[in-house]
């Protein structure tokens, strides 16, 4: 299983961002896949998942801002972040929605600044 997520950056209060996970060593179109993040001293939390269908599932804190998606032909799946605020500055990690991967990667870091 190999996940390499991409994209992070430095943006402000209320600017965007799109994360990419690029994905192989698997059957990527049967698997719930999400989208972590972690601050440090923190524990790691789901804040995005998809199945392999497209339904998508959101943590209240990024409800109605992130926007996750998946191509399956691609391996790939993205985080839309938008309207963002400092609280989502973290290091964003991409692993099986449910039951995650011991291997989670160097993940992306997002940092939001006021």
């Known amino acids: 299983v190999q996940l390499q997520a991409s994209g992070g950056g430095s943006v402000q209060t209320g600017g965007s961002l799109r994360l990419s996970c690029a994905t192989s060593g698997f059957q990527f179109s049967s698997k719930v896949m999400g989208w972590y993040r972690q601050i440090p001293g923190k524990q790691r939390e789901l804040v995005a998942l998809?199945?392999?269908?497209?339904?998508?599932h959101y943590d209240d804190s990024v409800k109605g801002r992130f926007t996750v998606s998946r191509d399956n032909a691609k391996n790939t799946m993205w985080l839309q972040m938008d309207n963002l605020k400092p609280e989502d500055a973290a290091r964003y990690y991409c692993?099986?929605?449910?039951?995650?991967?011991?291997?989670w990667g160097r993940g992306t870091l997002v940092t939001v600044s006021s």
């Open positions: 998809i199945t392999g269908g497209g339904t998508t």
């Open positions: 692993n099986h929605g449910t039951n995650p991967w011991s291997i």
